[in-house]
């Protein structure tokens, strides 16, 4: 594995509280995009005709019905509007599906109804009518605090637009949330400290700061591989993390997971539920679940990517899914791992052992304490420091 110096941690990372149940969500995935980001590879398409918005809902009706079915009893702490980009739904169709989520299971007073949403005019425009079905959180694609970058990001909107969202979301939805990436191509150490200080300064309470990472299939791959997109090399990608780290954790809004950072209290309860590994449903193409199963197994669920081919498996079967599959539980115990050890929380040993009927690698343990990369808190609790955050995968592949 790739290790970098040795991290001092102690005053980067806030030591974790006794962390809270991992509570039970539902994702719904809107799969459309007004046009296509060069860098993403997400689940999402650009349609040329309007989407039938309506045949849509009794789609994702049906399937909700047909994953309440298997989770009876479970109470809905979160639902979480992804994609895609869900602010191109009408503000009724956002309703109908909160309103067939209510039919279906019962739903935690103070549940978190997050939708994303992209900063144009026209989709601001549909904040009002988001808040009044009942989304009480959005989280903004603003992705950068400059036009050239946004244009070379292929964005739709430009800086005046999403300061006009911010502005607006911040007056019209009790919680907001915004994404930036970094370590965007020719961007300095300077530049990213400078834009991160006013995105804070703009923040609510939380905010996403995704490295910019070059995916396979991507124009930007394509770029990248004939030389003609430099992005920032390791050692100076670990450079714009460290001071994001410091920057945000100086300002009141610490990591409290790789790329997330709250105010204490404000994380987002959704994403919590993927990385305490709790259990989810998960509607609409290319949508993830884990679902509880008979005799206490875990179901990893996968739907149909392509919308069309899903909405006519839904309208037959009343179920997208291409993927239901009861995990082991060294399976299991890998999950856990990997999605644990993303926050600065951490992993509570007790259940992985559980899981894994073993006890974790005393050696790589050691190994990987001695580089700085992971440390106990307390005797059964373990988490990667920023360090180890940087190189999480060879982390989690040396402990598993
Ligand atoms: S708006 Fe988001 S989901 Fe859509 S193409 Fe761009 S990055 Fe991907």
Request: charged share 25%.
């Amino acid at each position: 594995m790739n290790l970098i110096a040795p991290h001092r941690t102690s005053d980067v990372l806030p030591f974790a509280k006794t962390p809270a149940a991992p509570g039970f969500g539902v994702y719904v995935h809107w799969p459309f995009c007004a046009a296509k980001c060069p860098y993403c590879d997400f689940n999402s398409h650009v349609r040329r005709s309007p989407v039938d918005q309506p045949r849509y809902v009794a789609a994702f009706t049906r399937e909700l019905k047909e994953a309440a079915r298997r989770s009876k009893g479970e109470l809905v702490t979160s639902i979480f509007f992804g994609g895609g980009t869900p602010s191109l739904m009408a503000p009724e169709t956002v309703g109908a599906i909160l309103d067939a989520i209510a039919a279906n299971w019962a739903i935690a007073p103070d549940a978190e109804i997050t939708l994303e949403a992209n900063p144009s005019s026209v989709e601001a425009s549909r904040f009002r009518g988001y808040r009044a079905a009942g989304v009480n959180r959005v989280s903004l694609g603003v992705q950068a605090l400059n036009d050239p970058d946004l244009r070379r990001l292929g964005r739709l909107h430009d800086v005046a637009a999403a300061l006009e969202a911010i502005r607006l979301a911040r007056e019209i939805f009790p919680r907001l949330s915004f994404d930036l990436i970094y370590a965007r191509p020719n961007q300095t150490v300077e530049a990213w400290e400078a834009e991160l200080n006013q995105a804070i300064d703009l923040a609510a309470d939380h905010l996403s700061l995704y490295q910019l990472t070059i995916e396979m299939g991507t124009p930007f791959f394509e770029l990248h591989k004939a030389g003609k997109l430099k992005v920032p090399d390791g050692e100076l990608s670990a450079e714009l993390y460290e001071a994001t780290q410091a920057i945000t954790a100086a300002r009141g809004l610490p990591a409290y997971e790789i790329s997330n950072h709250a105010v204490p209290g404000a994380e987002s309860r959704h994403n919590l539920t993927y990385w305490r590994y709790g259990y989810y449903a998960g509607v609409g193409p290319g949508a993830h679940g884990r679902l509880r199963g008979e005799n206490g197994q875990r179901h990893a669920i996968a739907n149909e990517p392509l919308p069309e081919t899903w909405l006519k498996m839904v309208e037959s079967w009343d179920s997208g899914a291409t993927t239901d599959e009861a995990l082991s539980l060294e399976e299991q115990a890998d999950e856990l791992l990997l999605m644990g050890l993303r926050l600065t929380e951490g992993i509570d040993l007790t259940r992985w052992r559980k899981l894994a009927g073993r006890d974790i690698d005393r050696a790589s343990e050691r190994d990987l304490a001695h580089h700085g990369m992971i440390e106990r808190l307390g005797p059964d609790r373990i988490r990667a420091t920023p360090a180890g955050m940087l190189v999480l995968d060879a982390v989690v592949a040396d402990l598993a």
